[in-house]
């Protein structure tokens, strides 16, 4: 049997995060195709009750210790460290996100594995793991292969269906009596974002808009078409450099990503950093009026148009159509 395949689960504010089962749905399959077992470890006060959900995994480490909670890198990383020695595991899948920042780097150097950072994809070849790691904000993808199947892969969020990585059974536990040392950086407090906005990354419709909208005023036509579609605004970096919307409304490399339903690209011109934020939208609709602009390679339906003229019609169209 191969060594086991061992994912880093992340919890925020008592909930599971989206990439932990993304990571497991990813891990589950790898290790099928490895023949591997695959677990998860799970780090924090209160973290026992979450563990269940992690039933995609063959067995949870679980460490529930109040010093783990949003803890440093070091001190995760000698936590992961204990369990890959005692687990024998060769693969280990972290989150490249803002709670799990540095852990696989750490990692990578206290273990001697070797690191591929900013997964996108992930398959195994024989006992050899292909890794797709993007770089330069996407510009370059980049075919790494871990030979024996052993490394750090830390797995971009919003990159594999977390669909994948959910089950209703709960996994058989093992908890961890572990010494933590006291961490030399401690979490103090969360800070909400900017409330009475809404969270982007919650809707099914998404109205995005580009320099190509031209002023703050144009806005108000997306935001029509975003009210009698019961979805909401959003924007590339431009349009909130300019202030015409908050920072919460911002998708790509340095906003948020999302995943809606339908995301429209109106006077977007697809730059790999925004793209980045929308891609695994399920259905992407871009207006341009450049025929050659590069949303268009990506998009499922393009139209090759001026919005400002697009959106009065199209808001219109769909009020008629709802009656
Ligand atoms: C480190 C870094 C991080 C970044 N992070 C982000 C990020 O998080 N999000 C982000 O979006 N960008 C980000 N950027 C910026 C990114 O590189 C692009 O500059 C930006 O996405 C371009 O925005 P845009 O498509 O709105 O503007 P442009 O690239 O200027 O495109 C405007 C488009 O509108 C079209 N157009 C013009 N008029 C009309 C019209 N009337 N009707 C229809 N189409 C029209 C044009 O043909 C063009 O394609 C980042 C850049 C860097 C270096």
């Given at each position: 049997m191969a060594n086991p395949i061992l994912v880093l689960a992340e919890q925020l504010r008592g909930e599971i995060s989206d990439i932990t089962f993304e990571m497991l749905g990813v891990g589950r399959a790898l290790a099928s195709a490895v023949g591997a077992p695959l677990y998860a470890v799970l780090l924090g006060s209160e973290a026992a009750p979450l563990a269940a959900k992690l039933g995609k995994a063959d067995k949870v480490f679980v460490a529930d210790n109040p010093q783990l909670n949003l803890a440093p890198a070091a001190t995760v990383t000698a936590v992961l460290k204990t369990v890959i020695d005692q687990s024998q595991a060769g693969l280990v899948l972290v989150g490249c996100t803002n709670v799990s920042l540095g852990i696989g780097s750490t990692l990578a150097a206290q273990t001697g594995l070797p690191l591929v950072n900013f997964c996108r994809a992930a398959r195994a070849d024989g006992s050899a793991i292909q890794l797709t790691s993007q770089l330069f904000g996407g510009k370059i993808l980049s075919d790494v292969k871990l030979p024996d199947g052993r490394g750090i892969a830390c797995l971009y969020p919003g990159a594999f269906p977390a669909d994948d990585g959910k089950s209703d059974q709960a996994p058989p536990v093992e908890k961890l009596d572990l010494p933590v040392e006291a961490p030399k950086v401690t979490f103090k407090q969360y800070i909400e974002p900017e409330t009475g906005d809404v969270d982007i990354t919650k809707q099914n419709i998404l109205v995005g808009v580009g320099r190509g909208i031209q002023s703050q005023d144009n806005v108000q036509l997306a935001e029509d078409l975003a009210q009698v579609l019961g979805g909401a605004v959003c924007a590339s970096r431009p349009v909130i450099d300019q202030g015409w919307q908050p920072l919460s409304r911002q998708v790509g490399k340095s906003g948020m990503t999302v995943k809606?339903?339908?995301?429209f690209a109106l006077g977007i011109s697809g730059a790999p950093e925004h793209w980045e934020g929308m891609q695994n939208s399920l259905c992407i609709i871009a207006v341009n009026t450049d025929p050659k602009a590069p949303i268009f390679d990506g998009?499922?339906?393009?139209?090759?148009?001026?919005?400002?003229?697009?959106?009065?019609?199209?808001?219109?169209?769909?009020?008629?159509?709802?009656?």
């Open positions: 809606p339903r339908v995301y998009a499922h339906i393009g139209v090759v148009g001026d919005v400002l003229e697009l959106l009065p019609v199209l808001t219109d169209k769909v009020k008629a159509r709802k009656g």
